[in-house]
């Protein structure tokens, strides 16, 4: 069982920067791949960004690529999102995601936090 709690969301210019975390609980995070999703209100759920499980290989969305970074630390049950030059059509709930393997599709993962709001202003 993995439980996930993001914070570190809020109010951002746009072109400016916000970093989001998400601490797990439970002894087999260093086992699950961990992904962010986002969803803006009317929108459906798509996926952000993804790391495996040992954190040497991530992935993205094209809409995000050079511009998010997705890390991990398993010592500290938490994986990161840092997100540079955010625009107006990156404001959406933010959500961690947890699975044994990692996918782009969300209706794959098991455990989810309870999501955390970023809003880019211009």
């Known amino acids: 069982q993995v439980q996930l709690v993001e914070s570190g969301g809020g109010l951002v210019q746009d072109g400016g920067s916000l970093s989001v975390s998400c601490a797990a609980s439970?002894?087999?995070?260093?086992?699950?791949?961990m992904a962010w999703f986002r969803q803006a209100p009317g929108e459906e759920r798509e996926f952000v960004a993804l790391?495996?499980?040992?954190?040497?290989?991530?992935y993205y969305a094209d809409s995000v690529k050079g511009r998010f970074t997705i890390s991990r630390d398993n010592a500290k049950n938490t994986v990161y999102l840092q997100m540079n030059s955010l625009k107006r059509e990156d404001t959406a709930l933010y959500y961690c995601?947890?699975?044994?393997?990692?996918?782009?599709?969300?209706?794959?993962?098991?455990?989810w936090g309870q999501g955390t709001q970023v809003t880019v202003s211009s």
């Open positions: 995601a947890a699975a044994r393997s990692g996918s782009y599709n969300w209706r794959a993962y098991l455990y």
């Open positions: 439970g002894r087999t995070f260093s086992t699950h791949a």
């Open positions: 790391i495996n499980w040992s954190g040497d290989s991530t």
